[in-house]
């Protein structure tokens, strides 16, 4: 087992599988600050709650754990409710939870996510076209994207979540 420490100072075990492997931001700590620089111009024009939605959703594409506690917590501390958290994973039989626009976000997250499902579907495409005007689109393609490359260094490096705070990193 290997062990860290959670923020209450107390000693966390982990199976050697789940133990973090890197604290790359520390090694890398360039391209960590250019990802915060790309994260704020993401943001910028999207609405906090539908933007927490679309980090959420692709976080638990990717099976990034860290990801998906830190922004379920910003997600709440920004007043979403937890019930369309808890949903978000099941979207498409939840719809009544979300509005159009928030739908055709998360279908577009979702396309743009599964790449490896084939290039982004045209209707997907349009979808999310008809509900965000062009310079909005644009800072939501970039925010899938930039959650997206998140995602993999949480997920390469095991980051481990349970000790983020909302706003932490802001």
């Given at each position: 087992m290997s062990t860290a420490e959670?923020?209450?100072?107390?000693?966390?075990?982990?199976?050697?599988?789940?133990?973090?492997?890197?604290q790359w931001a520390k090694h890398a700590p360039e391209v960590y600050r250019a990802?915060?620089?790309?994260?704020?111009?993401?943001r910028q024009g999207l609405d906090p709650k539908l933007y927490e939605l679309v980090?959420?959703?692709a976080s638990q594409l990717n099976h990034c754990a860290f990801c998906l506690d830190m922004h379920t917590k910003d997600a709440l501390a920004a007043g979403e409710s937890?019930?369309?958290?808890?949903?978000?994973?099941?979207?498409?039989?939840?719809?009544h939870f979300y509005t159009e626009k928030e739908l055709a976000a998360i279908g577009l997250t979702e396309a743009i996510?599964?790449?490896?499902?084939?290039?982004?579907?045209?209707?997907?495409?349009?979808?999310a076209a008809e509900q965000f005007e062009?310079?909005?689109?644009?800072?939501?393609i970039a925010a899938i994207t930039v959650i997206n490359a998140w995602?993999?260094?949480?997920?390469?490096?095991?980051?481990?979540?349970?000790?983020?705070?909302?706003?932490?990193y802001k």
């Amino acid at each position: 087992m290997s062990t860290a420490e959670n923020t209450a100072q107390e000693p966390v075990e982990y199976a050697p599988e789940h133990a973090p492997r890197l604290q790359w931001a520390k090694h890398a700590p360039e391209v960590y600050r250019a990802m915060i620089r790309l994260e704020t111009a993401a943001r910028q024009g999207l609405d906090p709650k539908l933007y927490e939605l679309v980090k959420i959703r692709a976080s638990q594409l990717n099976h990034c754990a860290f990801c998906l506690d830190m922004h379920t917590k910003d997600a709440l501390a920004a007043g979403e409710s937890v019930e369309r958290i808890v949903q978000l994973s099941a979207w498409e039989e939840s719809r009544h939870f979300y509005t159009e626009k928030e739908l055709a976000a998360i279908g577009l997250t979702e396309a743009i996510t599964v790449l490896t499902d084939g290039f982004v579907p045209d209707e997907v495409y349009e979808k999310a076209a008809e509900q965000f005007e062009e310079a909005e689109l644009a800072q939501l393609i970039a925010a899938i994207t930039v959650i997206n490359a998140w995602n993999r260094f949480g997920v390469t490096t095991r980051m481990t979540p349970g000790h983020y705070q909302p706003g932490q990193y802001k």
